[in-house]
C-alpha cells in the first residue's frame, strides 16, 4: 500500500468556473479506518459539470465544498481495508469519495456496491452513474418523449447528453444533437445514432436548426441554456417539453446573464420547461440503471470517455469541460 | 327590435397593443337567421388582454381576426328570433358573438345556454366565464397550491387575477398580489382577501417582495412576464410552480424582449414553469364553473366589473386595459 494519500483540495472559492489555480494537491498519510469503517482506494475519479455549483457560494442544491477541504467528487475503486464484515475487501464500490488517492468511509458514505463486474469499473461514474441515470430521469420523467417526437439535446455528445439522444432514439424519436466542434458532430452522427447533429460554432445555428427541425421541437433536453437554447425555444411545437438539466454555456450567474424572455413561447405553444436535480430522486437510481446496463449488454448503448492520467491532471478538468475540449465522459484514472 | 347593427370592424393590424385607431364602427343591417339559425341580441361585450393575441399576424393559438371582420369577443345576451326548436326566444346565451349588437349563429356557434340566471348575466363573461376557467385551471391543475404554500399572483385585481387569489386562500393558501397603484392595492386587500398586496410601480419590489414572501414563493401565476416576474422568479422555492396565464407587461414581442434567464432558477430550485390556454381545454368548463358558481353563491367569491357604457367604448377598450386603468373585469354595455 502505497504511503502517502494524494488530495485534491480546493484552495479558493472561483467566482465562476473553477480553474487549476482553485486548486492545489497536497499528500497527507493514508488515513486508517476505525471499528465500521473501510478504506477505499479509488481508481478512478470523475469530473462533472456540476461541480462548478459544488463550489460556489451561491445558494444551490447542496452545501459549498469548504476551503481547504477535498474536492467533493465521485468515484469509483475497491475496498483495500475493512473494519466492517458486510463490506470485504476487494469490494468494487462507488459513492462521493473526493478527489484523491484514498478515502475512509462509513458504510452510509458508500453510494453503492458495483454489481455490474462484467461491465468496466469506468462505467460506475459515467453511463451507470449519475450521467446515466440524469439523462434517464430527466428524458423520460420529465421529457416524456413519444415515438415518433423531435428530441434536440445540447451537449448531445457529453456523458449525459449522448445518453438521452440514444435513450430517445431507443423510444422511437427523432433525435437532433447540438455539440461543439466538428469531431463531436460526428461522434454524435456515428457513434450515439442521432438523426443529425448541429455544430453550435458554426455559422447560422438558428437557420439550421430549423432545417434539422423542420417539424418543429417537442422536447428540448438542455444541459447549456444560453443562446443555443435560443434558438431551440423558438422552434417548439405546441405541448413541446423543455428539460434544465444543466447551464453549461454561460460561465456566470451573478449578475444574471440576459436573454430572449421565454414566457410568449411557454403560452402560445402550451410548453413546459422543468429543472431537476438527480439527488432528489435517490430511489429512481436502481431501475434506471437496470435499463442502462441491460441496454449496456445488448450493445445498444454506446459510451465514449476520455481518460486523464494522473491526479495532477485534476485541478484543470473542470475548467476544460466548460472549454469544451473533453471528448465524451471525463474520468481521471489514478490506478 | 332596432333596425342597425352597429360592429366594432378591425381597420388594420396593430403591431403591438390595438388602440382605438386600429378599429372602426358600422352600422349595417340586423342580419336574419336561416332556418336553424338563431339571433342573438348582446347585451355585454367582453374585453380581454387576449384580444390583443387574436388580432395579432404572429403565429398565436388562434386565427388572427380577419380585416374588416367584426372583432372576436366574448359576449353574452339572449335569443330574439330562432329559427331552431331546441333554442327558444328569450333564452339567456354566451359565447364568441363579436363586438356588435346583433349575431345570428347556428347553434354550435353558442357556447353555452347560461343556466346560473340567479346571478347576473355578466358574470357569464367574467367570473363564469373564461376568466374564472381561466383561473381555476391555472392554478389547480398547474399551480396545484397546498395549504400552507405562498401563492404570488400577479394583476392581482384583474378578472383572472382576483379570482386565482381567492381560490389560493379558499384552498388555504397565503396569497400575496401585485397590482398597479393603491387603489388595487387596497381592492386586493380589502375584497380579493389578499394576505398582501404590492404596487409594482412603487419603488423596490423585489425588496417588498422579498418581505412579503420571507419564506419564499412556491407557486406563481404569472399575467404579466417582465420584471414583476423578474423580482418573483428570484424568490421561488424548491418545487416551485409556474404558470404562465399572460404576458400583460410585454407591448410587443417582436423582437422578443430581454431579461434575466430563467434556466438557473428552475434548475436549483427544481421549478417548473407551465403556459396554458384555456381553449385547450373545454371539458374542463362545466366543472370548474360549478365551482365557481357554488363559491358565488355562498360569498366566498367577490368578483369586480368595470362597465363601459355604449359600443363606441369598445375600440379604446383593449389599449385600456394594457394602460392598466381597468378596476376588475372589463365589460361593455350594449343592452
Redesign the interface.
Same mark, same amino acid.
Given at each position: 500500500m502505497k504511503p502517502i494519500n494524494r488530495q485534491v483540495l480546493l484552495a479558493s472559492r472561483p467566482d465562476g468556473i473553477p480553474q487549476a489555480e482553485h486548486f492545489l494537491i497536497a499528500e497527507t498519510p493514508v488515513p486508517q479506518p476505525r471499528a465500521g469503517q473501510v478504506l477505499i482506494r479509488n481508481e478512478w475519479l470523475s469530473v462533472e459539470p456540476a461541480m462548478r %455549483?459544488w463550489v460556489s457560494a451561491v445558494?444551490?442544491?447542496s452545501e459549498p465544498v469548504a476551503i481547504d477541504a477535498v474536492m467533493r467528487s465521485f468515484a469509483a475503486g475497491r475496498i483495500v481495508q475493512s473494519e466492517h464484515p458486510d463490506w470485504p475487501v476487494g469490494t468494487p464500490v462507488t459513492g462521493l469519495f473526493g478527489w484523491q488517492d484514498y478515502a475512509v468511509v462509513d458504510p452510509s458514505g458508500i453510494q453503492r456496491r458495483i454489481e455490474e463486474t462484467d461491465l468496466p469499473l469506468s462505467t460506475a461514474l459515467g453511463v451507470l452513474g449519475i450521467n446515466g441515470v440524469t439523462a434517464h430521469y430527466g428524458l423520460l420523467q420529465l421529457g416524456q418523449p413519444k415515438a415518433g417526437e423531435t428530441v434536440v439535446v445540447s451537449t448531445a455528445a457529453g456523458s449525459v447528453g449522448s445518453c438521452v439522444g440514444q435513450i430517445a432514439k431507443l423510444k422511437g424519436c427523432r433525435t437532433v444533437g447540438i455539440t461543439g466542434g466538428e469531431t463531436k458532430r460526428q461522434l454524435c452522427l456515428d457513434r450515439f445514432g442521432y438523426d443529425d447533429a448541429l455544430d453550435y460554432k458554426a455559422p447560422a445555428l438558428a437557420q439550421r436548426l430549423e432545417n434539422a427541425c423542420a417539424g418543429g421541437v417537442d422536447v428540448y433536453y !438542455?444541459n447549456t441554456? %444560453?443562446e443555443i437554447?435560443d434558438a431551440v425555444m423558438a422552434r417548439l411545437n405546441v405541448g413541446a417539453r423543455v428539460v434544465?438539466? %444543466?447551464?453549461a454555456s $454561460?460561465s456566470n450567474?451573478t449578475p444574471?446573464? +440576459? %436573454?430572449?424572455? $421565454?414566457?410568449?413561447? /411557454? /403560452? $402560445?405553444?402550451?410548453?413546459?420547461? +422543468?429543472?431537476?436535480?438527480i439527488f !432528489?430522486h435517490p430511489d429512481y437510481y436502481a431501475g434506471a440503471r437496470a435499463d442502462l446496463a441491460g441496454w449496456l449488454r445488448e450493445g445498444r448503448l454506446e459510451y465514449v470517455e476520455e481518460v486523464l492520467e494522473g491526479i495532477e491532471r485534476a485541478p484543470d478538468a473542470i475548467a476544460g469541460l466548460y472549454r469544451g475540449e473533453n471528448l465524451g465522459k471525463r474520468l481521471i484514472s489514478i490506478a
Open positions: %455549483g445558494a444551490n442544491y !438542455d441554456a %444560453g437554447s434544465i438539466c %444543466g447551464t $454561460v450567474w444574471s446573464p +440576459q %436573454g430572449p424572455r $421565454v414566457e410568449r413561447h /411557454l /403560452l $402560445v405553444k402550451r410548453a413546459r420547461m +422543468q429543472g431537476f436535480v !432528489d
